[in-house]
């Protein structure tokens, strides 16, 4: 038997939940939102069991049409039976869309009133139930409900819906930058800036107010000079140098920052949506903390040879490691073979891409390496000199090359018996390459 | 809970609800509480409303009465002395003339759900028992059972009882199976409805009439029935046949499972019913919708432990779909492992040779590990294609069949020297823990073999700082252990370096101890050292796939057409052993409470933590994923 019929919508919202027996507790309907709809991996089984409680679920387009249940039941029995109930609600109001079921509800109630007694399927061939049910299905609707609907489900805040409630409160933060350069060969840079995101993943209950802080320049130096150093140095969570604060060129927020706060006192504070979303957007363009320096050396031997050697040094603490490292060198387009030889990773000639690929998987901060390439070309009648293209390249650091700290993130939520230091915070930084090129 | 703007839209609904106005226009009223149940059922809290929706059942309009129906039962147990207003209302609408008023105010009484209208509600109910519309004795039935529910201590009426016994004689189909359910419920302590040979004829003969519910059900109930005599046997399974070949899987299977309980000390009967069976079962495996075709997979699986040979010829049957789910492919290989025989081996491992490169790296992973199951009775084949897949050099692979290597020379050891061989160079491929931790295995049990061996021990020991895995850690020390014992003069440099960097620099206790353990070992001499690492290096025992023997039906036929079948647990859970063979299992306590399920989510659930036999508990497995976190470059952030 059947202890309960949920529906979802594909961002894990109940659309539909009714309970037919007490063994299932108002929980249930969480339960499976956090452990299915909102798990990490892949569906792994179309049953899954949660605290002895099994929830076996149908996917019709985006909606999550879930049975739960605390017996051994007949499995390919409740399988069909949900299958049965998508058959019923196609029948009465056609496709099983979120936006269907919205405006079938009653309906939909008044069906599972009478399909389902006690968890016991009862009557489900849609002829006979068409003697007990009272509503006629919507199929379509117009502009004006729709909206009407919207502004009733959100209230004030559109962005998050009330009665959120986790067992831990937690988040996670995400530093993302990716770094352009543009370096001359003799090493001076032309130009860069970073352009980073900060991502938040939020799991936290009720309508949490929060306050985010950064090593903002205009920041710290109005709060004076002791506490900001103070700061900074407790939150250097990675980075290289000890700098302390950053200058934002310019900055955009997510719809649920108040703006005027951060106009009037530069402090960043918003109700945050459920799940993830991306809090902020910024670019900076001075000291910015540059992972590596490529140092090209090209020397043409004759008409038919080239030698390349590339140093590349990488600039951030020993400790920490740089991930997907790609050096690109490109080769003229009458190159017949290459030869190469490099201390790490591994180099490869891709003829297809005129460039030779190195390709290092982890490097350490304060580390060189060198790649030396002997190139032989095909004798042209072509008197164009090469135009060497610039050499670039890719990496993954775990620091933020603006420089930027989180500071803090502090969490207020004053209905809900939680205060900020229950919030479990976590800080990622990650920094990639933009476009990162060195001219040869 | 409070909601934005909910109040407002409460105090709205409420003046709309008590304006004479809206009340004298039944349209308008109507479509007030329509409004009321739209908001709701968005979550927010209208139980304020109670009185006047309590005032709004008083109608004769059918389907006002059934929203505010809906609101009531939500709300009742909120309010259980206002509630008492209502059953008034109720009890007139079962003497309403219209059937469909007096079922539904039945249905609602029994949905209250509150212990303290009991007595309020009996009397209709038992009238209702009587009453000559069907769909009123529907529910009266059912709310026998739940008012037993919300009693379970308290007994109901014995009259009450005989009277459901003889309601399943009721004309109506429907009324019967509820009468089966009802009095299963009720007379849950006693085991059941009692289920004698009139009862079971007279259910036997009207299952036709059943809808497949009904069938299902009735077929469950008649499970524990015994027939006295072999020709009443007979009897019922001849009147059974056709449902056995039914086209809908519950009925089948509900079927299938009554012939194995009513004939279990009759073999030849359950294993003809399997093979009766056995058409409309890969029918199913064949079904439209994923759900059935992954519920057949996992009863086939069942089936199998007891006629492996059953399906085999059918075998092209459980070849994958492109676009199958993932679950359904990893039973489906499980399957396809089983029905492994000289004739089709070769057809079968070309098809999973194909499913190792999916771009689903589980799927990959498990087709992977399927051939290595295989490569326990056709090892050379299954070796062939193992090496052959290394050379794509592609990490998750690698590793996935450095893991299936070592699986694999656990149980045949006389694969090792191909194994040796074909593991060359993978150490630059591999990056996840699982596989690193294989390779180190293998490395420490045959290093004498693998000329590289301490090379690439070597390299990772100068890289031990700044490796993140305990596990890697761990292995490593003991894999440099046994290397050292069959080559000292190679790794005993190494090895003092590894020791001395493990005692003194490392800070995870395990690790250190570990280190200390073999040092102090190391102290006791080369022969104690010799003893103690160097034991079994396989378990043929564990045995081949081909010729196991099988096992009764009765082992699993009491789980078939249940949910069990479905969970991993039930299978043999060999594919997912990822471990070294040594390390034994550990599996953290199932969450027992729904509300602490929600809190912990690591970010590998499901995957069960594995701990090392000698390593003490480790305090990354308890924390709820801290370590895991601080893995993907996480860090605290302090306020």
Redesign the interface.
Known sequence: MIGGLFIYNHKGEVLISRVYRDDIGRNAVDAFRVNVIHARQQVRSPVTNIARTSFFHVKRSNIWLAAVTKQNVNAAMVFEFLYKMCDVMTAYFGKISEENIKNNFVLIYELLDEILDFGYPQNSETGALKTFITQQGIKGQTKEEQSQITSQVTGQIGWRREGIKYRRNELFLDVLESVNLLMSPQGQVLSAHVSGRVVMKSYLSGMPECKFGMNDKIVIDKQGKGGASDDAGKSDLGGGSGKQSIAIDDCTFHQCVRLSKFDSERSISFIPPDGEYELMRYRTTKDIILPFRVIPLVREVGRTKLEVKVVIKSNFKPSLLAQKIEVRIPTPLNTSGVQVICMKGKAKYKASENAIVWKIKRMAGMKESQISAEIELLPTNDKKKWARPPISMNFEVPFAPSGLKVRYLKVFESKLNYSDHDVIKWVRYIGRSGIYETRC | ??????EE?VRELRRALSNPNVQSDPLRYRNTI?KV???M????DVSGLFSEMVKACATVD??QK??VY?FLCSYATLNPELSLLVINTLRKDCQDPNP?VRSLAL?NMTNL?LPSLVEYVEQPLTAGLRDRAA?VR??AV?GW??LH?LHPSSEIDAAVVNELYSLLRDPDP?VM??CL?ALEEILKEEGGIAINKPITHHLLNRLKEC???GQ??VL?VLQRYRPQSEDELFDILSLLDSFLVSP???VM??TLSLFLSISSNLPVISLAALERVSGPLLA?CGSG????R???V??IQLLLRSVPGLLGPHYKRFFCGYAE???IKERKMQVLVELVNDENVAMILDELKGYCTDV?T?TAQAAISAIGRIGRSYSDRCLQILTGLLGLKQDHITSAVVQTMRDLVWVCPQCSDTVCLALDGCEETLQDIQGRQALLWLLGVYGERISTAPYTLEVLIDRVR?EASLGIKMELLTATMRLFLCRPAETQDMLGRLLHYCIEEETDMCVRDQALLYYRLLHCGIEKTREVLQGRRSDPSLGVLIGRPAKPVSQWAR?F????????GAVEAESDSRGSPEHVTYNSK????????????L?F??KRSRINLSACPLPEVDVGGKAT?AL????????
């Not at chain 2, 057409?561 to 991993?568: A, F, G, I, K, M």
Request: hydrophobic share 35%.
């Open positions: 809970m409070p909601y934005l703007g909910g839209t329509l149940i739209r908001t059922s968005q979550g927010v059918v389907v059934k929203l809906v469909m249905r759900r769909c529907r529910v059912l059972a739940k529910n429907v199976v509820n359910r809808d497949i519910w299902s059900e469950r809908h899987p519950p299977a509900a199913a919708s994923r759900e059935m992954f519920a057949a996992c009863h789910p993932a679950y689903n589980d700044s789980c057409n249940t949910l069990e079948p479905l969970s991993q199932p969450n027992a409470d729904l509300s602490d399920t929600l809190s912990c989510k970010p659930e499901g976190k993907f470059g996480y860090s605290i952030l302090l306020n």
